[in-house]
């Protein structure tokens, strides 16, 4: 018989998914008041600290609440104590996000050693242990093997951003433009990509009831994208080769999607929306040197509102309400009110945050005629993504208690 | 033991309640078998907590056949 403690307490990984919108709606009234430096140069400080602030801030509580879930659920990864050291990893996230952001803003070596001491010490403590757990895991789903390697991803995405630190603030001695795209390589293909498609193998075919992936794509994939990522650390050239793992990926996704027997659930065309944009920005980055006329910060941009912002907004519409179920089942084992977990998260909340993602991906690639549509709807997003969490939270408790 | 009843072709989280609904009602003694879409590693926490005995049988399409019996009493064994 298997009976092992898998499900992690619901507020270790609620935590992290409360505290993203926060991050959302600071980046973004920082980006109103410097959107002119900001969409000119991706070298500006300005921009170093928003950038940080959306992908460590607002993407990494997300994918870290996200990945601590998963990983307890499918691999049993878990702390002995899973309270406090799920304090100590929020509660370092966000101190090193705000110090990280600060010291890039002010360019104020200080704030960023202090930040990379948080950052490097929590994160390489936390990548580690979690590779290890994940590594030892009897779990033997593609899942769980992509997400090992997505860990491993992000923690040389940390090294890297470490050294980057040292470069800037002690003036090691390293190549910076090569440390530079390295970290970017990782962060983006070594450590987000993988967490998704391994994500998606169980998400998708479990909240949009399609048939589980091909089981040699569902293994390959992320190794291949690993072995792909070392090939273009050694050689740059083949950096266009990038994007046949995300094709491989979109492909398949949209052919589940397709075959989805959920077809109104607005979770299905978020996935194959940021799938779609997902696949364009990573055909388009490598030639971003060739083509003068393709703006990097647009570029990026286009990775965060046009791809991750439609596909976190499918997870956390489906995993915020799962766990706040989860969570109730086990509080109200008999005699409970509710049905079903619609009543804690209504679909029409998902449509209403998947349209706004939607706006928002659709007038980034329009910010440099106008940046104000875009930054409305981007507070809007992060408005309404803070409500409807605390909502579904409330109306779990008040379920529970009453 | 009745057939197995598939519930596989279901979103998330319908299956477990499913499962958890016909145990909360079953007779003591009674016993079960669910075509269930994946290992359902979350419906374990909730097994522990009721007089049962379960086993699982992962299937080599990825789904797994979980069959539960309802104890007398609340000593699991």
């Given at each position: 018989m298997i009976n092992p403690?898998?499900?992690?307490?619901?507020e270790v990984p609620l935590r992290f998914l409360r505290t993203a919108p926060w991050w959302l709606l600071i980046a973004s009234v920082l980006f109103a008041g410097h959107a002119t430096e900001v969409l000119a140069s991706r070298y500006h400080p300005a921009t170093l600290a928003i950038v940080h602030l959306m992908m460590l801030g607002f993407a990494g509580n997300i994918m870290l609440g996200a990945l601590l879930q998963i990983s307890a659920v499918l691999?049993?990864?878990?702390?002995?104590r899973p309270v406090l050291a799920g304090w100590l990893v929020w509660g370092a996230l966000q101190a090193g996000t705000a110090l990280l952001a600060a010291g890039l803003w002010l360019m104020q070596p200080l704030l960023l050693q202090a930040a990379g001491a948080v950052l490097g010490v929590m994160l390489l403590v936390f990548t580690g242990w979690l590779f290890t757990r994940l590594w030892r895991s009897p779990a033997v789903d593609a899942s769980t093997a992509g997400l090992r390697w997505s860990v491993a991803g992000l923690g040389l995405t940390v090294a890297c951003g470490i050294l980057l630190l040292l470069v800037l603030t002690?003036?090691?001695?390293?190549?910076l433009p090569d440390v530079l795209r390295l970290h970017v390589l990782f962060g983006s293909m070594g450590w987000v990509f993988p967490l998704l498609a391994s994500v998606a193998l169980t998400v998708v075919p479990m909240?949009?009831?399609?048939?589980?992936?091909?089981q040699r794509l569902a293994r390959l994939l992320v190794p291949l994208n690993a072995l792909m990522l070392l090939l273009l650390a050694v050689?740059?050239?083949?950096?266009?080769?990038?994007v046949l793992p995300v094709l491989l990926f979109v492909l398949q996704l949209l052919c589940s999607l397709k075959a989805s027997?959920?077809?109104?659930?607005p979770a299905r065309w978020l996935w194959a929306w940021g799938g779609v944009n997902l696949l364009l920005v990573c055909a388009l980055a490598p030639w971003l040197d060739a083509l003068p006329r393709l703006n990097p910060v647009l570029l990026g941009g286009q990775f965060l509102c046009g791809a991750l912002l439609p596909i976190y907004t499918a997870m956390l519409g489906k995993i915020v309400p799962f766990l706040l179920w989860l969570d109730y089942r086990a509080s109200v084992p008999?005699?409970?009110?509710?049905?079903?977990?619609g009543q804690l998260f209504p679909e029409r909340w998902l449509r209403g945050l998947g349209g706004l993602a939607l706006a928002v991906g659709l007038t980034w690639p329009l910010a440099l005629a106008s940046i104000w549509p875009v930054l409305v709807l981007l507070l809007a997003y992060g408005v309404a993504l803070l409500v409807v969490i605390h909502r579904a939270c409330r109306n779990a408790r008040a379920a529970i208690t009453g | 033991m009745d057939d197995c009843i598939d519930?596989?072709?279901?979103?998330?989280?319908e299956p477990m309640d499913r499962v958890l609904d016909w145990l909360d009602a079953a007779a003591p003694g009674a016993c079960q078998a669910f075509l269930l879409p994946?290992?359902?590693?979350?419906?374990f926490d909730h097994l522990a907590r009721r007089p049962c005995d379960w086993e699982t049988e992962p299937q080599p399409d990825g789904r797994a056949v979980v069959t539960i019996r309802r104890n007398a009493s609340h000593d699991q064994s």
């Open positions: 403690e898998f499900s992690l307490p619901v691999a049993g990864a878990r702390a002995q002690r003036g090691v001695a390293l190549p909240f949009l009831v399609t048939p589980p992936w091909p050689w740059p050239v083949l950096l266009p080769l990038l027997k959920r077809g109104a659930d008999v005699g409970r009110k509710l049905r079903h977990m | 519930l596989s072709a279901l979103a998330a989280p994946r290992m359902p590693y979350p419906l």
